[in-house]
């Protein structure tokens, strides 16, 4: 089975900072990665796959990069609607998400 | 904006079965897969399976196999989990969500809350 690691596990930041999170996988996926945003009560919300397309709706502050078994999420300039849970997801062998970046007010 | 609509929230006893149900369009039914993802309380994601709803094909995660089962009314567009022999550690949200066979999860459904106790 392949392993997804996220890092950090919590992100303490303020609006309008620059922010990113990696994951890493336990083999290489190609780019079949996706990353999904999660706030609390609510079901995952699909914003990037294949490591960097965008989804359409998503705001361009979002941003993913990454190939192989070294992935990242970046978020340009965050915004209060920002803070949330965020996870990567391999689809290259069956699925598997990462553990989950929450990103907190600082 | 592909729509699932699943199952209200249910409390079952340990040893017992449920089934959540996740209803979909009939586009959706018929050109996706439907996958099944649980996230117990303050935790993670884990996937646990994916069905074909026009073909009925389906594949589970090894963790669950042998207490997942995956079945579909055509007549209503509803895709079923039944998750067996029941234990507190299956407390969780339960989500269905679709896909391409190869792909992330496009869209999901609203989550259904199963409880286990006592």
């Known amino acids: 089975d392949i392993q997804m690691t996220q890092s950090p596990s919590t992100l303490s930041a303020s609006v309008g900072d620059r922010v990113t999170i990696t994951c890493r996988a336990s083999?290489?996926?190609?780019?079949?990665l996706a990353w999904y945003q999660q706030k609390p009560g609510k079901a995952p919300k699909l914003l990037i796959s294949k490591a960097s397309s965008l989804e359409s709706g998503v705001p361009s502050r979002f941003s993913g990069s990454g190939s192989g078994t070294e992935f990242t999420l970046t978020i340009s300039s965050l915004q209060p609607d920002d803070f949330a849970t965020y996870y990567c997801q391999q689809y290259n062998s069956y699925w598997t998400f990462g553990q989950g970046t929450k990103v907190e007010i600082k | 904006q592909v729509q699932l609509v699943q199952s209200g929230a249910e409390v079952k006893k340990p040893g017992a079965s449920v089934k959540v149900s996740c209803k979909a369009s009939?586009?959706?039914?018929?050109?996706?897969?439907i996958h099944w993802v649980r996230q117990a309380p303050g935790q993670g994601l884990a996937w646990m399976g994916i069905f074909h709803p026009s073909g009925g094909s389906t594949y589970n995660a090894q963790k669950f196999e042998g207490r997942v089962t995956m079945t579909r009314d055509t007549s209503t567009t509803t895709v079923y989990l039944e998750l067996s022999s029941l234990r507190s550690e299956d407390t969780a949200v339960y989500y269905c969500?679709?896909?391409?066979?190869?792909?992330?999860?496009?869209?999901w459904g609203q989550g259904t809350l199963v409880s286990v106790s006592s």
């Open positions: 969500a679709v896909g391409a066979l190869l792909g992330p999860f496009d869209s």
């Open positions: 009939e586009y959706t039914f018929s050109n996706f897969y």
């Open positions: 083999q290489s996926i190609s780019t079949w």
